[in-house]
Each structure stands twice: as structure tokens, then as C-alpha cells.
């Protein structure tokens, strides 16, 4: 093994494992904008339960 083939599968393993970590701190970041989007719905669908919640409020905007 030369020092080429052992520093290659050294880098090889850090930038595997540094790709590993960015893909998990990304799937945490997902998961906590899904529970603050669902928490909005929530909270949307207890103000205006008559209607189904964000469709309701949705069509009392005047956007035009």
C-alpha cells in the first residue's frame, strides 16, 4: 500500500462520513419545519373549525 492509496481512502472515509452528517442535520431540519408547519395547521383548524382551517381562512383573504 503506498501513501498515495492510504491517504486516498482516508480522505475517501472523511468526506463519507462528513456527507453522512450534512444529510442527517438536513433530515433534522425538515423534521422540525413539518412540525411547526403541522403545528400551524393545527392552531388554523382550532380558529376556523366551520371550514377545514387553512381553506377557510384562505377564502376570507382579499389577495386582489
Known amino acids: 500500500m503506498t501513501l498515495w492509496v492510504a491517504t486516498s481512502i482516508g480522505i475517501g472515509g472523511?468526506?463519507?462520513a462528513d456527507i453522512f452528517l450534512i444529510l442527517g442535520i438536513a433530515t433534522a431540519i425538515a423534521g422540525m419545519v413539518?412540525?411547526?408547519n403541522t403545528y400551524s395547521y393545527a392552531k388554523l383548524g382550532i380558529?376556523?373549525?366551520?371550514?377545514?382551517?387553512?381553506?377557510c381562512l384562505s377564502s376570507n383573504l382579499s389577495l386582489i
Not at 380558529?47 to 381553506?55: A, I, N, Q, V
Open 14 to 16: 472523511m468526506v463519507g
Open 34 to 36: 413539518a412540525l411547526l
Open 47 to 55: 380558529k376556523y373549525f366551520s371550514c377545514g382551517g387553512p381553506r
